[in-house]
């Protein structure tokens, strides 16, 4: 082929193939520089964990949660980039009111999502009634429905690339016999299909999928010994290792995941489904 042929067929080549930057991964202590994060359940547990390690990040956030005196003592150990609102999840007249509030809260506008608002399981299959059922499906999955739908709407109309994390759980992966195995598996199929219907507008979702990770829920403290018998790794999860991989998928490091639940939980959920 001609010299002239080959610059023909290049420029052809151009014309039909969308040319994409290559991204510069930023160092690791300011992959969230610049950047704000609204966090659901963010005064305890994962959810806080997640909110000081973006701090650290150089994030701005706002936690969200029902307690507020939690909210306003958290923000004090979170300092300056840390404001809070008070909201329940499984409020959807809440939801609606507080979230336009939270968008004015930073100069910048929220270009991350957290949904980390999440209620546990009380009692055995034989013994739930429709209250705790309600409590968990509203929280969970209603809930994270209708904050995704406000967030992301405000994304797409603001054209923010942003992202959205859902913590899920290795429960998820397990045969759902209570309310909370099958939030669980909501969550997943739910990432699946917002990461399907915002990855067109620059929104990358994905989920975190810890497994029994020292927190209030577990009735786990930092102090306890971390030993677990029944864990593959022998141990239980610290929030600060959800955080640190939290870090990496909202982060421009990870916008190649896409829709998927990653699992930090020793093996549960993914080398057995019993623990």
């Not at 959810?47 to 936690?63: H, R």
């Not at 990653?262 to 623990?275: A, D, F, K, P, Q």
């Amino acid at each position: 082929m001609s010299l002239i042929g080959k610059i023909k067929k290049g420029i052809r080549f151009l014309k039909r193939k969308e040319q994409v930057p290559i991204m510069k991964v930023a160092t690791s202590n300011d992959l969230l520089e610049n950047h704000v994060a609204l966090i659901t359940g963010g005064n305890s547990g994962i959810g806080f964990s997640i909110a000081q390690k973006f701090v650290e990040s150089g994030c701005a956030v706002i936690i969200a949660g029902r307690n507020e005196l939690k909210l306003q003592n958290c923000v004090k150990i979170l300092g300056g980039k840390a404001k809070y609102i008070t909201l329940d999840v499984s409020d959807i007249n809440d939801i609606k009111r507080k979230i336009p509030a939270a968008m004015e809260l930073f100069p910048r506008k929220i270009d991350i999502l957290v949904n980390c608002a999440g209620v546990g399981v009380k009692h055995s299959f034989w013994d739930i009634d429709e209250k705790e059922y309600d409590n968990i499906m509203n929280t969970n999955t209603r809930g994270m429905f209708f904050v995704s739908q406000l967030v992301s709407k405000y994304m797409v109309d603001n054209h923010i690339h942003g992202h959205i994390l859902n913590v899920s759980s290795s429960s998820g992966a397990r045969p759902a016999w209570t309310p909370y195995e099958m939030s669980k598996w909501a969550v997943n199929g739910f990432t699946r299909g917002l990461a399907d219907t915002l990855i067109q507008y620059g929104v990358v979702v994905n989920a975190i999928a810890p497994g029994p990770t020292v927190t209030p829920m577990i009735n786990k403290n930092n102090e306890d010994n971390l030993y677990s018998e029944r864990s593959l790794a022998k141990r239980f999860i610290m929030p600060e290792e959800i955080a640190n991989l939290a870090i990496f998928l909202v982060s421009d490091a990870g916008n190649m995941i896409v829709g998927d639940t990653v699992y930090c939980s020793g093996g549960s959920g993914i080398i057995t489904l019993h623990n």
